[in-house]
Every structure is written in C-alpha cells, then in structure tokens.
C-alpha cells in the first residue's frame, strides 16, 4: 500500500514503473506456494516456516531502511523477497495451525482463521497508516519527500518488529518432524540396545530356549542369521500385475477375483512404473466435508464436496490405472538382506515390496508374511515345534 506511494511521489518514478517494481513480488507469491507445500509435506511446517518469517523479517527490516537517494531495483528486490518470505511461511504455518484441530471442528477453524485474518489486516494497516503519518508530520521541517520517506520506513520497520515476534513464536512454538523421529529413533535405539546387551550376555555360553518345550538354539545368533539372508529365497517369484495400459474398472475387478489388497504396475517390458492400491481407488470416491486450500496470497479456501459416490466411480471407470496409481514406487532387488527390506515395511508400513532386478523388471514380491515366517522359521525350527 505504501510502497507506490514511496516510488511515485519520493523517487518520482511514472506508475508504469511502479508496477513493473510489484510484478516480481506477485509473481513470487504464486510460483512460491505449491513449492512451499512441496516442503512442508516433506520436512514438516517448522524449518519451512522460520525460514520463511526469518526471510520476510530482515526484508522488511531492509525496506525499513529506504530514503530519498534509494535505488528502484533496492526496493524491488526486498520487495520481492519479502512476498517469497509470506509466501513460504504462511501455508505451512496455517495448515499446522488447521491440522492441530480435530476433523469435525476444521471447517470452524478456517472461517475463524479467515476472519480474524482480515480483522487484523484491518487494524494494523490503520495503526500502520496512523504511524506514517505520525512520522511524516514530524520531519516535515526536512522537506515533503524526506518527511514521506521517513514515514514510510517507519511503517516497515513496524513491520519487521511484528515478523520478528512472529519468528520467535514460531521458533518456540510449531513441532518439528525431526523431534517425533528422533523421539522414535531413540526408543528404537534404546530396543536396539537392550538385544544387543542380551546377544552379549549369550555368547559363549548358549542358553536353552524352548518353545513347545523343544529346544531352540540362541535366539540373538540365529536372529541375526535370518537378518542377513538375502529376500531371493523367500520371495513370491510369481507375483501378480497389471499393465499400465489397464483400466480402473479392471484393476478393481482383479483386485476381487485375486482377493489381492494392491498390485504392481508395470509396462509392456515387465519394467515397474506403479503401485496400485484398494486404498487409492478408495481416495478417489470417499465423501469429504471440505477441503482447505491454500490461495498463496494470505487466505484460505474451503471447498465443499458435493459429489456424490456413484458420480466418482463413474469418473473413475473412464481413467487408466496411472492415473491413480503411485509412480514413485519403493522397491526391494533381490540380493537385499532380509533384515533391510523388514526396516522398510515397518517404517512405511507397506504389506508388501516389488522386487525388481538390475533393469528394473518385475521378478517378485516380498510380503510381511513372508518375512515373520522366515524369522519364526530362524528362531523355531519346523522339526522342533
């Protein structure tokens, strides 16, 4: 608002110019939202979000900083880092706020988020206003662009001073994903741990262990044992498929007639390129109350769905399996350690991996079941049970 105000009447520029000086800074907000989501799903909303409000602060503290000899391309630049700044803060920060609330109260949440959003646009650009102005009145006695221009920066530094708390908040407030995984990492080291102390404890000097009362050699060995097996051994070497090329409506039936929960997709040469799930067919025609949606400029929406089921899956049997399938697809090789492929079931909490060999075919499939087995199998031989 007070930006064409500082390059019209202190720098003298034309309007033109004005606007081509905030086409960057809208330009920014629009590339810079989708990307800043990108993020957010990835590293979760604190590093994304300090690192926006940290960007937008020492810009606005910059602009705080503009006088009559300030260059055009000075006010361009911050003025653009300064929208990328809001724009990289704002989703993640708003979509952490929403998601801390429970499902049924979302849809209350963003209508209160939205209003007391423009509430409080309202007051501060009239205390902001309020301050200019103040500022301008006392440096009149330097002359009516000097006096505008000490008022505008006022305003900015304003500004910065009320991103900075909001950096701080940000800072002390908003979790972090690395906490939540650390905080799993360390009970999984601390389990770790706790095996180790007892395969240590064990050798040298084997303890009976009985299961059935049959006897069943140490456990920590033979673990371990199962552990560095390769998964080429206990694999299903003739999985089930289909092709890319496939329909939906197809899928679904195969889904039935195989009574198979997913399947791996692959091309006309055997290459993997998808994974296909009962539960992305299931995202595709479940009922949403709402969806919120960011705007990029500060806002968000909330879109009603007012589908209804039949009208989904009518859509849905006219698209190709791809269409829904996942693309970017986890896969084990066959010369994986048993112990590896089990980390990555757990911790993506997949019921099954493709197998693929060096040219990226599909040669197998390896299951939770397959792995338990294997492990029970290690630790309770079948002649003892």
């Not at 720098?11 to 629009?30: C, D, F, K, R, W």
């Not at 999984?188 to 050798?203: C, F, K, L, N």
């Not at 299903?236 to 791996?264: A, G, K, M």
């Not at 009518?314 to 590896?340: C, F, N, W, Y």
Request: net charge neutral; aromatic share 6%.
């Amino acid at each position: 608002m007070t930006l064409p105000i500082f390059i019209q009447n202190v720098l003298g520029q034309s309007a033109t110019v004005t606007g081509m000086v905030m086409l960057p800074a809208a330009a920014v907000g629009i590339i810079l939202s989708p990307v800043a989501g990108a993020a957010f799903d990835k590293f979760g909303p604190r590093g994304v979000g300090i690192g926006g409000l940290a960007l937008m602060t020492i810009s606005l503290g910059l602009l705080g900083t503009i006088n009559t000899g300030t260059s055009v391309l000075f006010v361009a630049v911050f003025c653009a880092l300064q929208a990328s700044g809001q724009a990289i803060a704002n989703m993640p920060i708003n979509t952490w706020g929403v998601n801390a609330l429970p499902n049924d109260m979302i849809a209350h949440g963003n209508a209160i988020a939205n209003t007391g959003r423009q509430i409080a646009a309202a007051i501060a650009t009239s205390l902001l206003v309020t301050a200019e102005t103040s500022m301008t009145a006392s440096h009149m006695s330097q002359g009516v662009k000097s006096a505008t221009a000490s008022g505008i920066a006022f305003s900015y530094l304003l500004c910065a001073a009320i991103s900075l708390v909001a950096l701080i908040i940000c800072i002390f407030t908003v979790t972090s994903r690395a906490k939540e995984k650390a905080a799993r990492n360390a009970k999984a080291s601390e389990a770790q741990a706790s095996a180790e102390v007892a395969a240590e404890t064990t050798e040298g000097q084997p303890a009976e262990h009985h299961y059935a009362g049959a006897y069943v050699a140490p456990a920590a060995s033979l673990f371990k044992q199962a552990q560095e097996q390769s998964i080429g051994g206990i694999m299903d070497d003739q999985p089930y498929s289909c092709l890319d090329s496939d329909d939906i409506t197809h899928v679904v039936r195969e889904f039935i007639r195989l009574n198979v929960s997913s399947l791996p997709v692959v091309n006309g040469d055997g290459r993997l390129v998808g994974f296909v799930s009962d539960g992305d067919v299931m995202k595709s025609i479940a009922t949403y109350e709402s969806r919120t949606v960011s705007t990029g400029t500060g806002s968000t929406m909330v879109v009603f769905d007012d589908e209804t089921v039949a009208s989904k899956v009518q859509a849905l049997s006219g698209k190709k399996v791809m269409d829904i399938a996942t693309r970017k697809v986890v896969a084990a090789t066959p010369d994986q350690h048993v112990g590896e492929v089990a980390r990555i079931l757990a911790k993506k909490q997949f019921k099954k991996l493709p197998v693929v060999d060096g040219d990226g075919r599909l040669v197998g499939v390896i299951r939770r079941k397959s792995v338990m087995e294997h492990a029970f199998d290690a630790l309770f031989p079948k002649d003892d049970r």
